[in-house]
């Protein structure tokens, strides 16, 4: 599993026009799933977005997670995250089909909601336009 973790001042996702998914301040996580992940990685991956110290203390360090400053996190399925791109077209087989990638995708979700974050999202396999506000930036690559 892989994440791409952006610090946002504030993020939306939209689908036809549509908000589907809204955050102010918090985290824009862009999740790929590959064709090995279980539910364990996705319950470590939820520990570790969650747990990311990199919002400012007091004295300008990255010491706060996102339960200090009160985030919230916009989670946007990112099959792309697995692409292969040994050509200049990038191929895409190395990432789960929507059959194994769904439940671990919306586990994802649900293991940020239990540690008690708001979680937006947008549709996996949607035309999304995702907009952000970015923080920074700080962009954090993780990968379980």
Not at 36 to 41: G, R
Not at 81 to 109: C, H, N, V
Not at 111 to 134: T, W
């Amino acid at each position: 599993m892989r994440a791409v973790v952006t610090r946002v001042k504030q993020a939306r996702v939209e689908i036809e026009g549509k908000i589907n998914g809204q955050i102010d301040q918090g985290f824009l996580v862009l999740l790929g799933v590959g064709p090995e992940d279980t539910d364990a990685q996705a319950d470590k991956m939820a520990d570790k977005v969650c747990g990311l110290r990199v919002f400012e203390d007091g004295n300008g360090k990255m010491n706060l997670n996102l339960q200090t400053v009160g985030g919230a996190l916009l989670v946007v399925s990112q099959f792309t995250l697995y692409a292969d791109t040994s050509s200049r077209r990038p191929g895409f087989t190395g990432a789960a089909k929507p059959d194994q990638a769904i439940p671990l995708y919306e586990r994802f979700m649900e293991q940020c909601r239990s540690r008690g974050f708001r979680v937006e999202h947008g549709e996996f396999g949607a035309d999304m336009q995702v907009f952000s506000q970015n923080d920074g930036p700080v962009t954090i690559l993780l990968e379980v």
